[in-house]
């Protein structure tokens, strides 16, 4: 009887875990919202979307709870109910951290088994409470080998919680996942790609952000997808992480839905590489340069910029006067959807929905996967 008890709890066991993924096994065509951007999330077109993210909930550096503030809690709620209007299926992640939140708050938190536990079962419900499907960690970025080391065992231990909570309450549990850097190793020691093989449905790998113009004062593609000069690139930080023993499968290719803007040193020099000063100004650029795809494609329309298409790197851009932009038109994201799809990748995903233009971003992502 105790033998045919084992085998009957090692069933349920292995049935709730394979009922997780009865679904994940897709492909996946995603996108990030955040109320920041303003862009209301009932104009979100879902048809387009296996999969959207809701960004950001918070990590709370004394409690290590994570929480929904006041100012977003209402969208947030909504989110799911709102956006399946449009799609019934399309399937919710409440998102965590981002690049505005603090790195060494998650270090902390992952550093103790008790303050992983308070961060795992204080997701897990929020996610519940909100009505999301999964949850997704951007820890922006693990800087040392501890942190690497202890961001494994919080993954392993946030999926075991995961199905311990589905058993409970007899639902299917909760997707993970996770946003990392474009290589394995590009901002920190390596990822510790055997925790996140065995315990994260899928990884969105982000391909961007490369260069800006903050920091490097030449023209650049900050989100290349190749680099024959053999810099970083989407191309080669995806076969790092391959490499590194993290299935294609598993992995979801980031696509930018925003440019950034250089102001050039003279503007009759203005190809890729030219000197720059740092970020241009003007109607939608922000501080650090970044400008959203809409706001290029207003741009160009109101200055008759000159547009560019490069193949080799995969990258559109454009100029007026002393102004350039890097950024990804239809053809980038048609070839990098499309090369995502040949090396047997999970999908894609678009940071962030808002800055679409009309959805010609998303629609032909969208086609192009088929």
């Not at 440019?259 to 241009?280: D, I, R, V």
């Not at 350039?324 to 962030?352: M, P």
Request: glycine fraction near 8%; aromatic fraction near 12%; proline fraction near 4%.
């Amino acid at each position: 009887m105790a033998t045919q008890t084992l085998i009957l709890l090692f069933l349920i066991t292995f049935l709730s875990s394979q009922s997780l993924h009865v679904s994940t096994a897709q492909s996946i065509k995603a996108a990030y919202w955040f109320p920041e951007s303003g862009f209301p999330v009932s104009s979100i077109n879902a048809t387009l979307f296996t999969h959207l993210f809701c960004a950001f909930a918070d990590l709370n550096a004394t409690t290590n709870r994570v929480s929904i503030a006041s100012s977003k809690a209402a969208a947030f709620s909504s989110f799911t109910s709102t956006v399946r209007q449009k799609n019934p299926s399309v399937i919710t992640l409440l998102s965590i951290g981002g690049g505005s939140s603090n790195s060494s708050t998650f270090s902390s938190m992952a550093s103790q088994p008790s303050s992983r536990k308070t961060f795992i079962d204080s997701s897990i419900t929020i996610a519940r409470a909100n009505n999301f499907s999964g949850l997704d960690i951007d820890w922006e970025f693990p800087q040392t080998a501890t942190d690497m080391r202890n961001l494994g065992i919080l993954i392993s231990e946030w999926r075991n919680a995961t199905y311990a909570e589905a058993q409970r309450s007899g639902k299917i549990a909760l997707l993970l996942a996770c946003a990392v850097s474009a290589t394995p190793t590009l901002n920190s020691p390596l990822y510790p790609v055997p925790s996140m093989k065995t315990s994260m449905d899928f990884v969105n790998i982000m391909a961007y952000d490369f260069y800006a113009p903050t920091w490097y004062l030449r023209t650049s593609a900050h989100a290349a997808l190749k680099d024959p000069s053999g810099g970083v690139s989407g191309s080669s930080g995806i076969d790092a992480w391959i490499n590194a023993g993290l299935p294609a499968n598993k992995m979801v290719f980031g696509l930018p839905y925003y440019g950034y803007a250089w102001k050039l040193s003279n503007q009759a020099n203005h190809g890729l590489g030219a000197a720059a000063t740092g970020p241009a100004t003007g109607t939608g650029i922000d501080i650090d340069g970044s400008i959203a795809f809409n706001q290029i494609k207003a741009f160009n329309q109101r200055t008759g910029a000159a547009t560019v298409y490069n193949g080799s790197l995969v990258v559109d851009y454009c100029y007026s006067g002393t102004t350039w932009i890097g950024y990804d038109d239809v053809s980038s994201v048609a070839a990098k959807v499309s090369y995502a799809k040949q090396k047997g990748l999970r999908g894609y995903f678009a940071w962030s929905v808002g800055g679409d233009d009309n959805w010609v971003l998303s629609r032909r992502a969208s086609t192009t996967w088929g």
